[in-house]
């Protein structure tokens, strides 16, 4: 299966939001990279992924999300992931992931940020 990733559009100042659809592997992994490199490029610092509709991510998909948020903290902002189920939500639990990503919340306050490393 492929991936597709969706971006809707901002809503009054909100973070940019990014809708992932099939399997984030290696083979997929570069597309997801260029979204959110377009979007940081543009001046998003802030990104949300809702993964309600990715059915599977391995190493090379978790790496992207790390990079992601890296980007994004760099410029003073954060990229967090929304909506996983099953063997993916777990795959965030195991990694610690899902406590790194902010797994479920769409806007951490000053605090959430600061103790991200």
């Known amino acids: 299966m492929t991936l597709t990733v969706t971006y ?3 809503d009054g100042g909100g973070p940019a939001r990014l809708r992932l659809v099939g399997e984030l592997d290696m083979s997929s992994a570069p597309e997801l990279n260029e979204a959110i490199d377009r979007l940081a490029a543009a001046g998003q610092q802030r990104l949300l992924i809702d993964l309600t509709e990715l059915t599977f991510c391995d ?10 948020d890296n980007r994004a903290a760099e410029q003073g902002g954060w990229l967090r992931v929304t909506g996983a189920t099953g063997r993916v939500e777990r795959v965030l639990k195991v ?5 790194v990503l902010g797994y ?4 951490p ?3 959430d ?4 490393g």
């Open 8 to 10: 809707a559009e901002r």
């Open 59 to 68: 190493s090379t998909g978790i790496a992207v999300f790390v990079r992601g």
């Open 95 to 99: 990694t610690g992931l899902a406590d």
């Open 104 to 107: 479920g919340s769409a806007d």
């Open 109 to 111: 306050g000053p605090d």
């Open 113 to 116: 940020r600061a103790g991200m």
